[in-house]
Every structure is written in C-alpha cells, then in structure tokens.
C-alpha cells in the first residue's frame, strides 16, 4: 500500500465485539458485490442546452423580406 491510502479512515468499521470472522467475511462480500467502482454514465446532454438555442433565428433578407418576416415559421 501507498502513504495515500495507509491515512485513508477505515471503509467498513464493525461496531458489534461478538462479530465471527465468518458473519465479518459474508458482510465484506455483499458489500463488494454490490459494486461501486465502476465509473457512471455519461448521461446525452439535454436538449435545453443545445448550443443552435443560444443562437437567433436567421431572419429573412432579400426582397419582399418584410412581408416574410411576419409569417409564422
């Protein structure tokens, strides 16, 4: 072991003195199943902080571009 992780405090501390090393063992196994180390899921960015929302919309330009700029899109 390293320095870093000989300071670390203790993960799992057993409270209880009557503990069998056999009860100590199944407890460290459920613990270690249940798993822990994996790294998460990048979840896929939402759709109200795409970068095309922060942009304005392109208005019309050109001729009759008056006339289209109040039509509904």
């Known amino acids: ?3 870093a992780e ?3 405090p203790p993960v799992l501390r057993i409270i209880t003195p009557d503990a ?3 009860e100590i063992a ?3 196994a459920v613990f270690s199943a249940m798993g822990g180390d994996e790294a998460p899921v ?3 960015p939402s759709p109200w902080s795409a970068k095309h929302r922060l942009m304005p919309p392109a208005y019309p330009h ?3 571009a ?3 700029s109040g039509l509904p899109r």
């Open 1 to 3: 072991m390293s320095g």
């Open 6 to 8: 000989e300071s670390l």
């Open 20 to 22: 069998t090393p056999e």
């Open 26 to 28: 199944a407890l460290v």
């Open 42 to 44: 990048a979840k896929a």
């Open 62 to 64: 050109g001729r009759g």
């Open 66 to 68: 008056w006339r289209a």
